[in-house]
């Protein structure tokens, strides 16, 4: 499997893909991944395991709060992997989402090695852009881990386009300025940034930043290639736990369904 | 007498270092930008501004006739013998950075960049704070040229720091308190970057130190080398020579760049920069980023910095507000590796002992931070003996400091402290 073969899937079954994140260990090890297969079972095509940092500048205050949280219950590089690991046994599809400086300390080639042998499929990096990836670059082509860089509404046409050329299996755009946490209303530039993104790529365009309910991921189904939620997840896991993401994954993979495919741009 | 200096406030700006990083701001390994691409846009804005001013005749000029009028440039150099006999005899002479307009050397950088973001055509800053020193630097600056002024400051540091809140608040900005993480300067720097991250369109980071992503540790560097260039010409017509070495202290390390940078390609000159050893390295609370952390990402730069083997940032903690962070600029980083400048920690107690010195032997009270590099000073003459002349960057004045202080020396009770705006009672620093 990889995150092409994600994409494939969805394809053939005429709709778009749904991305739900959770941070690894929050609120423990096991908790996590009962969370995350949860979040599988409810109809996520596609994990993000996060990885808890302790300077996590683009989240907003529910990511912040379940980081600490999984901090301070002691989550480890290791554990993460070892999350990835028991998702992907259990027939999950992941990626981790992380913040650069704690793969830069594991050693970005052995983290690259790790992630791939424990069978993630990828890394997106909120805080790395490729003009500082070049050894970034070069451990995910011989892991074979696909790397996801971010566009966001303010990037020059020139920055999309160098964004995407280094980008493999999709490009992960910010539907707002701003930090994550769940919105009313997904932004207006949300269908502008990936209309922007799409000459400059045949890679799936997912959406992330604000999305919380059905009719929202209907709404950017209806534009991107992937629907990403992320807060809205971490508050089902706080509130109700499995059953509570499980319950949202259903309900979110039931907009994406109603927006069927994609309309072309 | 008056200093006779013939530097120019625009002069670090104006004229290239032999130093700089490169076209990505790359200082060797340091340095760039780790962001998010959100980010890049306005960091690229940033740069061109920056490049265009300081080749502008105009912006040279109003940033030159500010610094005159407004900070009270030069500021003096200070002969300091009676410290200097509590240093093996040392010639201590001391670089006024604490007589400037605001009180430290950090409305160098500030009157420039606001004048920048002038020229952006944006209306709002945002800025980081520890100590208080660049929070009350940045509202004084948005006072003087009608900007909105939003300071992030962490509660930790609000309470301790309480009088620089009042000031700022007094000066029309608005101090918001960050409660999350250590709750220190570390986190008021992420609180900053979220909200730029959402308001870019319409705000400037004003960020106080030499450290964050291309160009910040550049501009800030130019905004203060003035320090260092009259600093040089000070020293030369009053002593005639060189100084033996030249100190500060570091947290970000903005003053002890500005002043090393006149002396950097002068083999001759040591440049030492002096670190929070807090309660003493061995017990690892300090925030000696230089002498004992390792290369990591954070805050937008590569650099030195203070995390456990897992890349979570550590606390740092120090007495002084200004110095309690566990990073620092990445220029530091690499004059550390290539062996020009040297780093060391001072602890708590030596501070607090050199901040009681320099005030009952030379009538000068400084901040907490400048007392480290005073102690440094004091450690470094006793060292080098009578015949060296030592450079001190004197980076602030202690004012904002006196309740700590009178509580570590046991001057006042703990109940009799002043309470900050909201009722909280000085927490830290008694410990006598």
């Known amino acids: 499997m990889t995150v092409a073969d994600v994409f494939a899937c969805c394809a053939a079954d005429d709709r778009g893909a749904l991305v739900g994140y959770l941070p690894a260990g929050y609120p423990t090890v096991d908790d996590s991944v009962d969370l995350m297969n949860a979040m599988v079972e409810g109809g996520c095509d596609l994990i993000e395991v996060g990885i808890p940092y302790s300077d996590p500048v683009m989240d907003g205050p529910t990511i912040q709060v379940a980081a600490e949280t999984a901090l301070r219950n002691g989550i480890r590089l290791r554990d993460v992997l070892t999350v990835v690991e028991r998702i992907s046994a259990a027939g999950g599809s992941a990626v981790v989402m992380t913040y650069f400086n704690p793969v830069l300390r594991y050693g970005v080639d052995a983290f690259a090695r790790d992630l791939a042998s424990a069978g993630g499929l990828g890394v997106i990096t909120p805080d790395l852009i490729p003009d500082e990836a070049d050894e970034w ?9 696909d790397r996801i860089f971010l566009v966001a509404p303010s990037s020059t046409e020139e920055r999309i386009a160098s964004t995407v050329a280094a980008c493999t299996g999709f490009v992960y755009a910010t539907s707002i300025m701003g930090v994550t946490g769940a919105r009313d209303s997904v932004a207006d530039v949300a269908p502008e940034i990936v209309a922007r993104t799409r000459p400059h790529t045949s890679l799936p365009i997912g959406v992330g930043l604000g999305v919380r309910s059905a009719a929202q991921a209907e709404q950017v189904a209806s534009f991107a290639d992937a629907v990403i939620v992320g807060s809205a997840f971490v508050t089902a896991a706080t509130d109700r736990g499995t059953d509570g993401v499980r319950d949202l994954a259903a309900e979110l993979a039931g907009g994406v369904r109603r927006a069927g495919t994609r309309t072309p741009a | 007498m008056a200093s006779t200096t013939g530097v120019k406030p625009s002069d670090g700006v104006a004229n290239r270092s032999g130093h700089d990083p490169d076209e990505r701001g790359h200082f060797g390994r340091y340095g760039g930008r780790f962001v998010p691409e959100a980010l890049v846009a306005a960091l690229d804005e940033l740069s061109a501004a920056y490049e265009k001013a300081r080749h502008d005749e105009e912006f040279l000029a109003e940033l030159d006739r500010l610094h005159r009028d407004y900070t ?113 300067l570390k986190d008021a720097i992420n609180e900053a970057l979220r909200d730029w991250v959402t308001n870019v369109d319409s705000t400037h980071y004003l960020l106080g130190t030499v450290a964050g992503p291309h160009p910040f540790p550049v501009m800030v560097r130019d905004f203060h080398r003035v320090i260092g260039m009259e600093a040089r010409e000070q020293v030369l017509e009053r002593t005639g020579a060189l100084p033996d070495a030249v ?32 309660d003493g390295v061995e017990t690892g609370r300090h925030g000696a ?144």
């Open chain 1, 137 to 145: 670059l070069a451990a995910s082509q011989t892991h074979g881990l």
């Open chain 2, 247 to 278: 100190v500060a202290c570091v947290g970000g390390g903005s003053n002890a760049i500005g002043i090393f940078h006149a002396f950097i390609d002068e083999p001759s000159v040591r440049l030492i920069g002096f670190e929070p050893g807090g």
């Open chain 2, 289 to 432: 980023t230089l002498a004992e952390g390792s290369p990591g990402a954070l805050h937008g730069a590569m650099s030195y910095l203070l995390q456990d083997e897992d890349g979570q940032t550590s606390e740092s903690y120090s007495i002084s507000a200004g110095l309690d962070y566990p990073g620092v600029g990445p220029e530091h980083a690499l004059l550390k590796d290539i062996g020009r400048a040297e780093y060391q920690p001072v602890t708590d107690a030596e501070a607090m002992e050199a901040f009681s010195l320099l005030s009952r032997t030379e009538g000068i009270i400084p901040a907490i931070e400048s007392a480290h590099a005073v102690a440094g000073a004091i450690r470094l003459g006793r060292e080098l003996g009578r015949d060296a002349t030592i450079l001190v960057n004197l980076s602030g004045r202690g004012d904002k400091d006196v309740d700590t202080a009178a509580k570590w020396f046991g001057m006042i009770a703990e109940d009799e402290s002043a309470e900050d705006a909201d009722g909280t009672a000085i927490a830290d620093g008694g410990r006598a």
């Open chain 2, 72 to 184: 009270g440039r030069p500021s003096p150099l200070t002969d300091a013998p009676k410290l200097g006999e509590h240093a093996g005899g040392a010639r201590i002479l001391l670089k006024r950075e604490d007589l400037n307009h605001t009180g430290s050397h950090k409305i160098n950088n500030v009157l420039g960049q606001a004048l920048l973001t002038k020229r952006m055509g944006k209306k709002r800053v945002i800025a980081e704070t520890g100590a208080g020193q660049h929070g009350v630097a940045t509202a004084t600056a948005c006072a003087l040229l009608d900007l909105e002024c939003i300071v992030y400051m962490g509660e930790v540091d609000t309470a301790r720091q309480a009088l620089n809140v009042a000031r700022m608040r007094l000066l029309g900005a608005t101090v918001v308190p960050v409660k999350t993480g250590s709750r220190t």
